[in-house]
């Protein structure tokens, strides 16, 4: 069998960002505005602290200005709703990002539903997801169109295929599923109430792997020949599929780190420019 071919979301990030660049010059020239994106951080989170460190390099090293709002652990969903409706109201924001996970005391959705659609550049907003679901013009959420995009990177052909999707979740399980599904593949999804969950596996062209369980999808549950897309990223930097044993079996597979990850944040660099050319252009 020949050698599996390897998704390096780096590389992808870094032709994504190169485009960016000059974009975001044409919008200073013909505007003299440079974007601005907005992220929120609410609580001591270090690994939130560590994406947020991350998204702000990546807005720097397209051209456009990061805002970072922190806030307290005890913030209220009042509070937060309140800096969420100012960033709304100000214009030089085009991009409003709430890192996620917020504290538990806090109505996360409400929040995330109270993003105007038009700055919701990471995709989290019920109506953006609904917007994108039936093929009409919206945010993606960050980390399916990530996956979207590194797929079509590659030339993975989608078409007629099998694609299992592990996990469930609101900002990647279910939107991912309908991205693959608007990619006219047939789609599975696959979540922890699950019964006989590697024979379904073992009949997938495709498997994106987001349950947040380190090395959980394992070789045997897998055909000869298919598609690894593991978007976990869990201690030790593993993913949710065990690559060490599975990606030589495989055709095609994302690295973790490296896969997933690195083209996530250029997928939320690259909203928040599509929203400052609706904008300014």
Known sequence: MAQPLILDGRVVAKSIEADLQKRVEIIKEKSGITPVLATIIVGNNPASETYVR???NACKRVGMEPKKIELPE???????LSVIDELNRDDSVCGILLQHPVPKHIDEQKCFNAISLDKDTDGVNTASFGAVTMGNVGFKCATP????????????ELKGKHAVVIGRSPILGKPVSMLLLNADATVTICHSRTVNLPEIVK???????????????????????????????????????????AAEISSAYTPVPGGVG???????????VESAERKYL
């Open 54 to 56: 991350m998204k702000g």
């Open 74 to 80: 005890s913030t209220t969903t009042e509070e937060l």
């Open 145 to 156: 169109y990530s996956i979207m995009t590194i797929l079509n990177y590659y030339g993975i």
């Open 203 to 245: 009949t997938a062209d495709v498997v994106v792997a987001c349950v947040g369980k380190a090395n959980f999808v394992k070789r045997e549950w897998l055909k000869e020949g298919v598609v690894l897309v593991d978007a976990g990223y869990n201690e030790g930097n593993v993913g949710d599929i065990d690559l060490q044993n």
């Open 262 to 272: 690195p083209c996530t944040i250029a997928m939320l660099m690259s909203q928040t």
